[in-house]
């Protein structure tokens, strides 16, 4: 048996563009990805406390340093710049795994999206 276990979170990012002309997908600042330990081209929850919304999308690399939080095509409609959004990933675990699993949690400054030290 495998359970479905939260394996990393962005908690509190900025929406700091909308593009609808793309095919779709999430546009994060790399040290965003890397902090959460987040791959491109991940499955990923975004959930927008501004409006409830709640969807899957994948991730691109955006531009290092940037604070960049862009969603594109589709997702752009689900979202509007300021809006504050959560990104969640989630991974397959035995019962042994989740039992010992600590999730990476990350809280980035809301207004500028870059890590806190």
Known sequence: MLVTLMRSKLHRL???????NYIGSITLDPDLLDAAGLYEGEKVQIVNTNNGERFETYTIVGERGSGQVCLNGPA???VQVGDIIIVIAYSLMTPEEAA????TLVFPDTQ??????
């Open 112 to 117: 500028t999206n870059r890590l806190i030290p």
């Open 76 to 78: 752009a409609r689900k």
């Open 14 to 20: 900025t929406v700091t563009q909308a593009n609808l």
């Open 100 to 103: 010992a699993h600590k999730p």
